[in-house]
């Protein structure tokens, strides 16, 4: 994982999770947020943008550092995928973005959950703080492919596990790498790592144990839905370390969301999910 794409949040830091009607239901009855399959969510170049990345500063790196070197970091991130599965939660740091309300409302019609960001790291996940710039990306990527191959100088045994699992977690931070042209979402990616295991002639997926509000908990079961015509793995988590927190401060309604303030605070505080700031869109859009 890219270190400098873990995001650390102040104590009053909000992340919006921006979702239709019927997730926000979800969200608010059952307590819970759900990470997906990455490969599932909306920009069908997922992980992709990142390895280009990486092919574009190849080329470059195979003089400076040698072609062997590359090859063996390049076979391990073609291993990465059939090791580890990311999956993931799309959160903003702009409570009120016209293109969001577009794109992952319900076109304007649903809901930005406004969560406390310094409760959802308590869960056991990795916030990750996007990185749209395509010259720093290839700047960060280099200089971590750096620091492998020096540490690697150091080592009598060459290409070892310790290298492959360094070079799987840098894989792994391909997730914080997005298209520029994504810029306005301003996006903060709650990940999760969960592993493929052998079964019978193929593969499974397995969770790991993780820490959850500074408690080490076993790992959770992996649940699938159909999306499309696609089996996608997902995992629920319950965000109020049963009922003693709500990091819910605020929720904003889309600037199509007609519903009143008033019948959601209620909604709310009969859920248990008490002093949450109502907020309509100042996006004009209609």
């Known amino acids: 994982m890219l270190d400098s794409r873990l995001y650390n949040p102040e104590d009053e830091n909000l992340i919006y999770h921006y979702c239709d009607a019927k997730t926000f239901f979800q969200i608010c009855t059952n307590h819970t947020i759900r990470t997906c399959d990455i490969f599932s969510m909306n920009d069908y170049l997922e992980m992709h943008w990142g390895y280009s990345i990486w092919e574009e500063i190849a080329t470059d790196l195979i003089k400076e550092l040698g072609f062997e070197f590359i090859d063996e970091i390049d076979k391990v991130f073609h291993q990465s995928s059939s090791i580890h599965l990311l999956l993931a939660t799309c959160f903003s740091l702009n409570g009120d973005s016209l293109s969001q309300w577009r794109s992952y409302s319900e076109d304007g019609k649903g809901f930005a959950i406004g969560f406390r960001a310094k409760d959802i790291i308590e869960l056991p996940i990795r916030l990750l703080k996007v990185l749209y710039d395509k010259k720093e990306q290839i700047n960060e990527l280099k200089e971590k492919i750096r620091i492998i191959y020096s540490s690697e100088q150091l080592e009598v045994d060459k290409y070892s596990d310790k290298f492959k699992d360094k070079c799987h977690r840098l894989a792994l ?50 649940q699938f839905m159909m999306k499309d015509n696609l089996p996608t793995a997902f995992i629920d988590y319950n965000f109020t370390n049963q009922d003693k927190i709500n990091p819910i401060k605020e929720v904003y309604l889309g600037p199509k969301n007609d519903s009143l303030t008033t019948a959601i605070s209620v909604f709310l505080e009969t859920n248990n999910l008490g002093n949450v700031r109502i907020l309509k869109s100042k996006a004009s859009y209609r």
């Open 173 to 222: 931070g391909f997730v914080s790498f997005k298209n520029p042209a994504f810029f306005e979402e301003e996006e903060i990616r709650m990940v999760h790592l969960v592993n493929f295991e052998r079964s019978n002639n193929f593969l499974k997926l397995e969770d790991n144990e993780g820490i959850y509000f500074g408690q080490k908990v076993k790992e959770k079961s992996i």
